[in-house]
């Protein structure tokens, strides 16, 4: 069983930059530990696999 991507180009470089820009904030501590919530967008745009777009069944980009 394989899963099927759900993240497209523009949407996943958006996840991976702001994922890395909340986790360098939260490592410096310019923002509280909240910003080591980066940790989910950079790994759902390095997946390419969103489950709350799964269950939504928003699909972005061309797959």
Known sequence: ???KTNVGGLDRLLR???GLA???LAATGTVGA?????????LTGLVRLCP?????GIRSGRH
């Open 1 to 3: 069983m394989t899963m």
């Open 22 to 24: 909340l986790i360098a």
């Open 34 to 42: 909240w910003g080591w919530l980066g940790v989910i967008p950079l």
């Open 52 to 56: 709350l777009y799964t269950l939504l």
């Open 16 to 18: 991976i930059l702001a």
